[in-house]
């Protein structure tokens, strides 16, 4: 099978990607494995229009949407492996097919790796979160923990006038210099936490081997974030020192046909991914308007 545009990923920044491609009637096909980063949160926030939509119905209606535009197919499946071959890419599908494109958009997305700290993984999304634009809110008046030191004074200074109180958990780090007006922290190691009385229970390793516990109403926490897919690698593309693809104005990556939007990819000027719904489409829409130009441009 051969397309156009052959987009990976169907969360926001692939979607949007598929959208833009349809509107001009080129063809393009989709391919979603269905691991969204989002998974496991059941309400998604700062997205305009979309305050509080479960993004499972968000990815729905936007699947719905692209009914309409008959150029553009969705493939519920994994994609294994992507290689050029004379201006050509092929794509090797988990079900054994290929398809070849002229030109790949990526937006396969990034997975997050919680601090090893026992109980986060349970509550992560709900509870334990990571943006304060994203959960902020919802823990308004209450109070919140940040675990780390070194993302307490920028968390803290977001969440000063949202939560009640804050308390950070370094966890053993030790706190940037030069930080004053700071709220109460707590340095021992944080051994566990539990969902307890509608919140979130720590446990922390005190003196002499005594244990103590605070209750906080929500906990933020910074994940480690690494691409999910493999083929920034296999296509050799550039990154940024933050691990994403390296991506220009157009969503162009460091190989000729290759573009990337959403959480994966960046431009240089940016420490890290502008990690958002609403940033991840306009990334696909940018990276699908770069890829109609280098079909067109055959
Ligand atoms: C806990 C949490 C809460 C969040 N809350 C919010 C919020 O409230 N508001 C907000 O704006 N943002 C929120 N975000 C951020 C938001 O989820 C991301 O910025 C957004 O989902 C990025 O979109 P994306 O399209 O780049 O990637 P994703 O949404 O992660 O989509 C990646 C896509 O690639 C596909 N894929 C990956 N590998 C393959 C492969 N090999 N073959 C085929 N398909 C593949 C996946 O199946 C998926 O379809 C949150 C993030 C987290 C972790």
């Known amino acids: 099978m051969h397309t156009d545009i052959a987009i990976i990923g169907g969360g926001p920044a692939g979607l949007q990607a ?7 009637h080129r063809d393009a096909v989709l391919f979603d494995d269905g691991t969204y980063r989002n998974a496991a949160v059941s309400h998604m926030h700062n997205v305009v229009g979309n305050d ?22 969705v493939r519920e499946e ?30 396969t997305g990034v997975r997050d ?3 090893p700290v026992p109980g986060l993984e349970d509550l992560w999304g709900d509870l334990v979160a990571h943006c304060p634009f994203c959960h ?15 993302i307490a004074p920028h968390l803290s200074a977001m969440l000063d006038r949202v939560a009640s109180d804050l308390v950070v958990f370094t966890d053993g780090e030790a706190l940037p210099d030069g930080w004053d007006n700071r ?28 244990q103590s516990s605070e209750q906080v109403a929500g906990l933020f926490v910074k994940p480690a974030m690494t691409q999910s897919a493999p083929f920034a690698e296999q296509l050799g593309l550039e990154l940024n020192p933050s691990g994403c693809v390296r991506v220009d104005e157009f969503g162009r990556t460091s190989r000729p046909g290759v573009f990337a939007g959403g959480d994966l990819a960046h431009l240089p000027a940016y420490p890290m991914p502008m990690a958002s719904v609403t940033m991840a489409a306009a990334a696909g829409q940018v990276a699908a308007s770069g890829a109609i130009m280098a079909v067109l441009s055959r």
């Open 18 to 24: 598929a959208l833009s491609i349809g509107r001009i």
């Open 52 to 73: 509080g939509t479960p993004p499972e119905e968000f990815r729905a209606l936007a699947r719905k949407q692209l009914t309409a535009y008959d150029t553009v197919s």
């Open 78 to 107: 994994r994609v294994e492996s992507v290689e050029e071959a004379d201006g050509t890419f092929h794509l090797r599908v988990a079900d054994g097919s290929t398809v070849t494109a002229y030109a790949v958009v990526l937006a």
């Open 113 to 115: 790796t919680l601090p």
């Open 136 to 150: 902020g809110h919802e823990l308004s008046g209450e109070r919140v923990g940040i675990l780390g030191a070194a």
């Open 183 to 210: 709220p109460p922290v707590l340095t021992g190691r944080v051994l566990s936490v539990e969902r307890r009385d509608g919140g979130v229970r720590v446990t922390l390793d005190g003196v002499d081997g005594a």
